[in-house]
C-alpha cells in the first residue's frame, strides 16, 4: 500500500568523500560509554535504552556543526560513527535475539556500497542507519517489519472504531478504515524515522445496548516516505535527525511495513 508525497533531494556527488566506506570496529570517544567495573551493570541496559541513540546522534552533530565538513578527514569521522549503526543494525537484523552492545563488536570493514542491506531491525540502531540510507543510497525502498517498529495501539486511539462507538448504533459492526498514527506515542525510535504513519484497520466492533464495546481486528501500514522534512511531532532524537541531514544532500526513500499487528479491546461509551 501507498500513501506518500516525496521531495527529492539533491543526489550526492560521485565519488563523495562520503561514499561510506568505514571500520565498524571502534566508536569514536563522544560515542562510548566508558569501560570499567560498572561496565557490565550499566553498559547492557544503556545500549538497549533510546539514550543511546539520542546520545548519538547529540554528539554526532555537534561534531558536523562546528567542524568543516569539506574536510576529507571530518567526513571520514562522520562516516565512521554512521557506519557504527548501519554494521550493528544489520547484525540485529541477521541474528534478532543479538543485544544491541554485542551487534556492534567485530573488527570487519562495513562498506556501505556492498553490505547494505534493505531491511532495518526497528531497534534503537534504525534511526541513524537511515540517515546511510539518505545520503548514501539511490532512493531504494527500505523494509522494517511492522512487528519491530513497535506500535503500541489500542482500539480507543483509532479513530474510526470510536467514530461508531460515539454514534450511538447497537449490534456487529465491521470496520475497514484508514487512521493516521503519530509514532511519538510508541516512543521516540519510531517517532525519529516514521512520525506520523498512516495505517488501516479491519476487523469487527462489538456494541451492546448498555453501551459496552469490543474491537477485535488488525492493523497494517501504508509506506513513509524518509525525507528529512523539518517536522514538529518525531520527537528530539528526529530533530537531531534533521538538524544533521540538512548539512548534506541526499535522496528520499520509502519505508515499507510489512506484516499486520492484533488490535483488540474493550470498554464503554
Not at 567495573?37 to 555537534?62: E, G, H, M, R
Not at 567526513?75 to 543479538?98: H, R, W
Amino acid at each position: 500500500m501507498t500513501d506518500t508525497i516525496t521531495v527529492v533531494a539533491p543526489v550526492p556527488p560521485s565519488g563523495s568523500a562520503l561514499a561510506g566506506n568505514y571500520s565498524a570496529s571502534t566508536m569514536s570517544a563522544g560515542n562510548r560509554i566508558s569501560s570499567g567495573p560498572t561496565f557490565l551493570q550499566f553498559a547492557y541496559p544503556y545500549y538497549q535504552s533510546p539514550q543511546l541513540a539520542v546520545n548519538c546522534a547529540k554528539w554526532i552533530l555537534d561534531f558536523v556543526e562546528s567542524h568543516d565538513m569539506k574536510n576529507a578527514n571530518n567526513q571520514q569521522i562522520f562516516s565512521e560513527n554512521v557506519g557504527q549503526f548501519c554494521f550493528a543494525d544489520k547484525n540485529l537484523v541477521d541474528y534478532p535475539t543479538m543485544k544491541v552492545l554485542d551487534a556492534f563488536g567485530g573488527d570487519r570493514k562495513f562498506i556501505y556500497s556492498q553490505d547494505q542491506i534493505s531491511r532495518l531491525s526497528g531497534d534503537v540502531t534504525t534511526p541513524i542507519t537511515a540517515w546511510a540510507h539518505f545520503l548514501w543510497d539511490d532512493g531504494a525502498a527500505r523494509t522494517v517489519n511492522l512487528t519491530d517498529v513497535g506500535l503500541r495501539i489500542q482500539p480507543n486511539q483509532i479513530s474510526p472504531v470510536m467514530d461508531l462507538v460515539k454514534g450511538g448504533a447497537v449490534g456487529t459492526f465491521p470496520v475497514n478504515a484508514k487512521f493516521t498514527r503519530d509514532t511519538m506515542l510508541d516512543g521516540i525510535i519510531p517517532a525519529s524515522y516514521l512520525g506520523n504513519i498512516t495505517l488501516q484497520t479491519t476487523g469487527t466492533l462489538t456494541i451492546n445496548s448498555l453501551g459496552a464495546w469490543s474491537y477485535d481486528g488488525v492493523v497494517k501500514a501504508y509506506n513513509d516516505t524518509y525525507d528529512a522534512n523539518p517536522s514538529t511531532h518525531r520527537g528530539l532524537l528526529g530533530e537531531y535527525s534533521t538538524s544533521v541531514l540538512r548539512h548534506f544532500s541526499g535522496t528520499p526513500y520509502e519505508i515499507q511495513m510489512p506484516g499486520m499487528i492484533p488490535v483488540k479491546g474493550n470498554g464503554m461509551r
